[in-house]
C-alpha cells in the first residue's frame, strides 16, 4: 500500500479511537472537564475514584455480567436458530418456501417499538417479567439473521454435497451439523459477534422489563446513574460508560484474526 493510504487508515482510525478516549480522560477527571477551556486532552488521576463511586451508586460489576449472560446466550441462540432456518430456506425443497422466507423479510421492516406492548404482556403471562430470560428468549432468532445465514449458504454451500450426504444416508439435521454448518463457521461467528454486541448495547427493552438492581444490564444500570444525581454527573457517568465499551474492544481485538482466518477456511474449493 502507499504512504497516502497508510496515512488516511491512520488518520481514520484515530478518529474511530478519539470518542473512547474522550471518555476515558473525562471519565478520570471531574465532570469540569468536559466543558473546560482549553480542553483537558490528558487523563487524571480520578479513574478509580470514579468507577468506585459507579459500583456505590449500582452494583455495576453485577451488571456487567448480566450483559454478558445475555449477550453471550442471544449469540449462540441466534447462530444456531437462524443458521439453521437459512439452511432450510437455502437447500430444503418444501411448499410456500419462497413465500415464507419474503414473510420474514418484511418483518425486518416493522419497528421493534411496535412490538414492546405485546411481548411485554406475553413476558408477564409466563412470569418472566424482570428476569433475564425475558432478555434472551426474545432476541433468540431473528429475521436479519435468517436473511444473513440463508445468503451464506446459498453462496458457499454446493447443492452437489448436500446430495451426496443424503446418498450416503445422513439426516436433514446431520448434514446440517457435519457438512453445512463447519462450511459457514466463519460467517456464523461474524454474525455471532454482530448479534453479542446488539444484544450487549440494548436499551429501550431492558429498561421496560427490568427493576430489580440485581437483574440490570450494563445499559440499564448508566441510566440508573444518571437519575441518581439532580445534575448528570459526566465523570462517572463517561466512567461507567468507559468500562461497558471495553468488553467489546477486547472482544474484537481478540476475535479479530480468528474471524478472518474462519472465513477463509470457510471457503469451498472447487
Known amino acids: 500500500m502507499s504512504v497516502i493510504t497508510y496515512v488516511v487508515l491512520v488518520v481514520a482510525a484515530l478518529l474511530a479511537v478519539a470518542p473512547l478516549y474522550w471518555m476515558f480522560v473525562v471519565g478520570s477527571n471531574t465532570s469540569a472537564a468536559i466543558s473546560s477551556s482549553p480542553p483537558v486532552l490528558l487523563p487524571g488521576p480520578n479513574f478509580l475514584s470514579n468507577v468506585l463511586k459507579v459500583q456505590a451508586d449500582v452494583p455495576f460489576v453485577h451488571s456487567l455480567l448480566n450483559s454478558a449472560i445475555v449477550a453471550l446466550s442471544v449469540a449462540v441462540l441466534q447462530i444456531f436458530f437462524c443458521s439453521l432456518a437459512g439452511f432450510a430456506f437455502a437447500k430444503l425443497r418444501f411448499r410456500g418456501r419462497n413465500g415464507l422466507f419474503v414473510f420474514i423479510i418484511a418483518t425486518m421492516a416493522?419497528?421493534?417499538?411496535?412490538?414492546?406492548?405485546?411481548?411485554?404482556?406475553?413476558?408477564s403471562k409466563i412470569g418472566w417479567i424482570d428476569s433475564l430470560q425475558a432478555l434472551i428468549a426474545p432476541g433468540a432468532v431473528t429475521a436479519f439473521g435468517v436473511f444473513w445465514m440463508r445468503q451464506v449458504i446459498v453462496g458457499s454451500m454446493p447443492d452437489e454435497l448436500i446430495e451426496a450426504a443424503r446418498i450416503d444416508g445422513c439426516s436433514t439435521f446431520r448434514t446440517f451439523r457435519s457438512i453445512v454448518f463447519p462450511t459457514i463457521r466463519g460467517a456464523a461467528a461474524v454474525f455471532g459477534l454482530f448479534a453479542a454486541m446488539s444484544a450487549w448495547n440494548d436499551?429501550?427493552?431492558?429498561?421496560?422489563?427490568?427493576?430489580?438492581?440485581?437483574?440490570?444490564?450494563?445499559?440499564?444500570?448508566?441510566?440508573?446513574?444518571r437519575t441518581n444525581y439532580q445534575s448528570i454527573d459526566y465523570a462517572t457517568t463517561l466512567a461507567a460508560s468507559f468500562l461497558a465499551t471495553l468488553p467489546?474492544?477486547?472482544?474484537?481485538?481478540?476475535?479479530?484474526?480468528?474471524l478472518v482466518a474462519g472465513i477463509m477456511e470457510g471457503a469451498v474449493k472447487g
Open 110 to 123: 416493522i419497528p421493534s417499538q411496535l412490538g414492546l406492548v405485546p411481548l411485554y404482556l406475553i413476558m
Open 203 to 225: 436499551f429501550l427493552w431492558p429498561l421496560v422489563e427490568l427493576s430489580t438492581p440485581s437483574h440490570f444490564t450494563v445499559q440499564v444500570a448508566i441510566q440508573q446513574l
Open 248 to 258: 467489546l474492544l477486547i472482544l474484537f481485538v481478540v476475535a479479530g484474526k480468528q
